[in-house]
C-alpha cells in the first residue's frame, strides 16, 4: 500500500461528482429555494402577518407532521430551542445526567446545560456514526443502577434521566436496541433529527421514534426556513404543552395577558414558516437528489485505495445531509492537508464537530471509552452536499 | 359629573380618529409593508444566504447602530433573548435580584428567571408610566445597603444586581434621576427598549443611555422582522461577547468547529434581516406618523370628561408604538364594558398586562408597594395604532 493518498487526485474525483467547472466554488452545503418560495412570502408580507401568528405556521406543522408521520409538530425558531423544550417536557432538571454522544453538534450538548443537567458522554458506533447500544449496555451494566424505578449513575449518585441519540449527518441511529436499553434503565428518549429530516428507520421517520423528536431547518439544513426547528411528538399532552411553552406559556383569556409559568419566545415566524411550506414541497426531490449524490460519490471512490464514502446500514434510508468521506486510518494523519487543499482550490470541506468532552465547558462531564468516536473525528471528511449537485443523477 | 362614561361615544371618536369605515376591523398594530421588503427579501433567498450569516445581518445592524447613534447593534432572534444576553454579560448569576417594573410585558421578567435570578418588582411613575425613581430611592433607602461596593438586600440577604427600566408603550423613562440611583447603588442597568424604537430622551435614543439596550422588532412593534430583536450598547467589549454568546460561543478556526462556553443559538436570520432593513428605511416615517396619530386622539378626547390620553412628559419624544387611553378612577370599573363593547364592534382594544407580582410564577418574588402599577393597570385601554392610520395627519 501506498505511505501517502494521492491528494490532487480526491479532489479531482469531487470536482467531476460535482459536475461544476473548475474556478467555480462549491460550498458544503446551500438551500435550493426554486418553488414556491417567493410565492408564499409574498402572500404572508400581504396578509400583515409575519410574526407568531399567522396561517404559514399552522400549515407548516400539519405538512411536517404529514410527512413525518408524526401526531403532532410544534415550529420553533431553531433546533436548539426544539431541544431545550424537548428536555424540560420531559422533566430533565437541574443535577440530572443526559446521556448523548461526544461526537454531535454543540447544540446537543447545550440544551442539557440549560436545564442545568449534566451532559454524559457516550461513545459511537462505526456502522451508523450514532450511539453504540452494544457498548452503552455494557457501560450503564457496571455504571449505572435502578433503584424505584429510576436509573442512577452509580459513581456521582445522580440521576440519569434520559437520553438523546443524533442522527449523525442524516444517517439513522440503530434505534431498536437503544429503544431497549432505554426501556429497561427508564430513560426517556429524545431522538435529535435535526440532521435528519427525510430519513427513516424501519420505514418510520427520525423524529418520531422516541417519545420526543426534534428537527432543525436552519440555513445549511436540507430544508431550511432561514432559522427554524420543530418539536415532534404523537403524545397530545406533551405536544400541548410543547406550544404552550413555547409562546411564553400565555393562558388564552378573552382580551387580557396571563402565563402560569416561566415560558419561551420560541415560536416560529409566519414569515420563516411560509419559506419552510415551499421547501417541504420540494422535499422528497432533494432527498432524492442528495441519495443520488452519495451514490455517485460511492460510485466515484470506490477504486480509490485509503478512502471510502460512508453508505446507510440496512434497514434504513438516509437523506444523506452531509457526505463523509472516511479516510483510512494510515491515512488519518492527511486530514488537515486535504482540508487545506480543497478549501484552497475552492471546493469546501470540513472536519467533523470538536468532540463534546474536548470542549472546555464540557471536559470534566462524565463519559465513557470514547475510542471510536475519536476515531471518527479523526477520519472524516464533510463533502460538498447540496441537494442541486446531485440533480444530473436523478 | 355623570355616573357613567358614554362608552358608545368613545367608540365613536376612536373611529373618527383612525377614519376607518364601519364595519372594518381595525386591528391594535398591525405591521406595514410598503418600502424595499420585497426586493431585499428577494435579494436574500436569491444570494441562498437566508440563515446567520449573510449581507442583511450586518447592515441591519449598522442600520440600527446609526439610527440609533448605539456604537454597537447585535442583532438576535427577539427580544427576550436580546435580554437573556443582556442580563448574562452583566454578569447576573443564580440568586442575584434584579429591579424591574411590575408593570411590563412577561419577557422581562422571564428573562431573569433564564439567569436563575430573582425579579425584584418596583413601582410605575404615573408620569411615564415607567420605573418611579423617587419612589425607588426611597425604598432602597431603608431595604438596600452596600457592603464592598455590592448592593444587597437587607430582608433577603441577597445581591441586587442590576435595574431594568422599561420604555412601556413607548414613552421614555426619566433616565436621569434612574441612572443616578443605579450609579448610587453599583447597579447595573439594562433598558428594556423592545417598545420604544424611534423614541429619545434629552435628544438621545431609549437603549444608549444604560450600559446595554435591548429591542424587540416582532409583529406588533413599529418595526417588524417577523421575529427579531437586537442589543445595544457603546462597549466594544460588551457588544463582541454579545456576538460570541448569541453564536454558540464559535471559536474561528481555519476549518473546524470549536466553542468556548456554554453559548446560544440567538442570532437573527438573514432573512429576518432583510426584511428589518426595508423596515427601518420607513422608521422616519413611521413615527412621524404614529406621533400624528396620538395627536389626533388626544385633540379628539380632549373634550370628553372622565378620559385622558397619555400624552409624552418634557424632555422626550415618544414613538407612541401604543396609544393609551386613561379611564380616570371613579370609572375604572368600565374597562371590561368598554373592551368588550369596542372588541365586538372590531375596534380591537386591549388592557395592559397582568401585572407581574399578580403571576402564578412571580407571586412570591420581594416587591415594593405597587399601588401605582396597579391603579395603572385598572385603568388603561390600548388603542388601535398602527402607523398608517396616522398617515392622513402627516
Sequence with gaps: MKKELDLQKILEIIRKVVKQDTG???MLHEPCFRGN??????EC???GWVSSAGGFVDRFEKDLARFT???HAVAVV????ALHIALLLLDVNAGDEVLLPALTFVATANAVSYCRAIPHFVDSDM???GIDSEKLADYLGYMAEIKNGTCYNKRSGKRIKAIIPVHIFGHPVDMDPLLDIAGHYHLQVVEDAAESLGSTYKGRHTGTLGRIGIMSFNGNKIVSTGGGGAILSNDDVLAKMARHLTTTARITRTWGFEHDRVGYNYRLPNINAALGCAQLEQLPRFVAAKRCLAQAYGEAFKDLQGVDIFTEGDNVNSNYWLNALLLNQ???MQKDAL???SNEAGVITRPVWELMHRLLMYRDCPRMDLSTAENLFDRIINLPSSAFLGEHYV
Tied chains: 1, 2.
Aim: glycine residues 8%; charged residues 30%.
Design 78 to 81: 431553531n433546533g436548539t430551542a
Design 339 to 341: 482540508l487545506q487543499l
Design 330 to 332: 494510515e491515512y488519518a
Design 45 to 47: 408580507l400581504d396578509s
Design 127 to 129: 456502522r451508523t456514526m
Design 69 to 71: 408521520g408524526a401526531r
Design 37 to 42: 418560495e417567493w410565492r408564499y412570502i409574498r
Design 24 to 26: 467555480q466554488e462549491i
